[in-house]
Nanobody, 123 residues
Framework: QVRVVESGGGLVQAGGSLRLSCAAS????????VGWYRQEQPEKQRDVVA????????KYADSVKGRFTIARDNAKNTVYLQMNNLKPEDTAVYFC????????????????WGRGTLVTVSS
């Protein structure tokens, strides 16, 4: 079973920075992509913020381009989201999602979510 744990959220003033971490554990053969999503309210959908795909391709939502950077440390099985110049509208619960997890080369793909970490940006 795969475990996904986010950390690094907190309260920060507008213009400040935070670095979120997404640590994965389990007997994983491969992962196709890791994405960071955020959800402003429980009843709203989760919107993708950034993703890193096998081969180190990265993608960002227009709202965070130039401010957020996604990166991974394979040795630590961790993906980071560096968030700079934070704005009040960045306030949300941030979730990490492992996409296309395989337990063997010929196995099925599975997706796993973490429980989220709250980021609050004050004006």
């Amino acid at each position: 079973q795969v475990r996904v744990v986010e950390s690094g959220g907190g309260l920060v003033q507008a213009g400040g920075s935070l670095r979120l971490s997404c640590a994965a554990s389990g007997d994983i053969f491969s992962v196709n992509a890791v994405g960071w999503y955020r959800q402003e309210q429980p009843e709203k959908q989760r919107d993708v913020v950034a993703a890193i795909i096998r081969g180190n391709t990265t993608k960002y939502a227009d709202s965070v381009k130039g401010r957020f950077t996604i990166a991974r440390d394979n040795a630590k099985n961790t993906v980071y989201l560096q968030m700079n110049n934070l704005k009040p509208e960045d306030t949300a619960v941030y979730f990490c999602k492992l996409e296309g997890v395989k337990y063997s080369a010929s196995g099925f793909d599975y997706d796993y979510w973490g429980r989220g970490t709250l980021v609050t940006v004050s004006s």
